[in-house]
C-alpha cells in the first residue's frame, strides 16, 4: 500500500459495524433478531415472513428500516430504539486500533446506518471513545440509508466535508460507490475482498492497515 496515496487526507471516515469492531464478534446477528421480532409484531407476520422482509428490504432499500418506512410508512424512533438495545458483552477494548486512530492527522469521523447513541455505545465498549470529532447515523440523514446518494450527500453537507481531501472505511462494499464518485479514497474492510472499480484498497484487519499508513 503507498503511503503517500492518503498523504493529501485531512478527514478519515468510518462505518461502525463489523469496521470498528472485529466480524467475529457477530454483534449484528443480536440485532438482526430484534429487527425479526419487530417486524413480527408490527406487521402481524409469522417469523419466517418477517425474516424474509428483512432481508428482502436489507439488499432492496439499503436497510431493513428503509423498507419498513417506505412500504408500511413506520415511525423509525421506536424501531431504531429497540433494535439496538442489545448486549455489548461481546465486545473488548482494543488499545492498540485506539492509538493508530488517535494518530490519524486530521478529523476522525463515523457515519454509520445505525443510530448515533449506539455508536457511541459501541466505541466506549471498544475504547474508542474520545477519538472522534463527530458521530452521525442514519437520524442525520434523515433516516436515508447508505448506500444511497442522498444519504451521503445530508451527512457530509452538514459535516462540511470536503470530499476530495477524504477517506471512509466500509466493510459494505455497496457503500463505498457513492463516496467513491463523490471523490473520496474508499478502503474496503472485510474478510473477503471484493474486485469493483469503486473499491481503491481492502484489508482484513483495520488496525494493520491504519499502522501503515501511520507508521
Known amino acids: 500500500m503507498p503511503k503517500n496515496a492518503f498523504s493529501h487526507v485531512d478527514a478519515w471516515v468510518f462505518d461502525l459495524d463489523n469496521t470498528l469492531y472485529p466480524p467475529s464478534a457477530r454483534l449484528f446477528d443480536l440485532i438482526e433478531v430484534r429487527m425479526t421480532a419487530w417486524v413480527m409484531t408490527a406487521l402481524s407476520i409469522d417469523q419466517a415472513s418477517a425474516d424474509h422482509l428483512r432481508k428482502h428490504y436489507w439488499h432492496t432499500y439499503g436497510t431493513t428500516l428503509a423498507g419498513l ?52 455505545r459501541v466505541i466506549k465498549a471498544r475504547g474508542l471513545d474520545g477519538l472522534f470529532d463527530a458521530i452521525y447515523g442514519v437520524e442525520h440523514a434523515d433516516f436515508l440509508p447508505k448506500p444511497e446518494r442522498g444519504a451521503f450527500d445530508k451527512v ?23 463516496p467513491h464518485a463523490m471523490g473520496m479514497g ?20 483495520l488496525s494493520h492497515f491504519l499502522g501503515q499508513i501511520t507508521g
Open 69 to 120: 418506512m417506505r412500504e408500511h410508512n413506520l415511525d423509525p424512533d421506536p424501531y431504531l430504539h429497540e433494535v439496538h438495545d442489545i448486549s455489548l458483552a461481546v465486545l473488548t477494548p482494543d488499545p492498540v486500533l485506539a492509538d493508530r486512530i488517535r494518530a490519524l492527522p486530521g478529523r476522525r469521523i463515523i457515519y454509520t446506518n445505525g443510530t448515533a447513541p449506539y455508536a457511541e
Open 156 to 178: 457530509f453537507a452538514k459535516d462540511r466535508l470536503d470530499t476530495t481531501k477524504a477517506v471512509m472505511f466500509e466493510d459494505d462494499a455497496r457503500n463505498l460507490a457513492a
Open 186 to 205: 474508499t478502503v474496503h474492510v472485510a474478510p473477503i475482498a471484493e474486485a469493483a472499480d469503486h473499491i481503491h484498497f481492502h484489508t482484513e484487519d
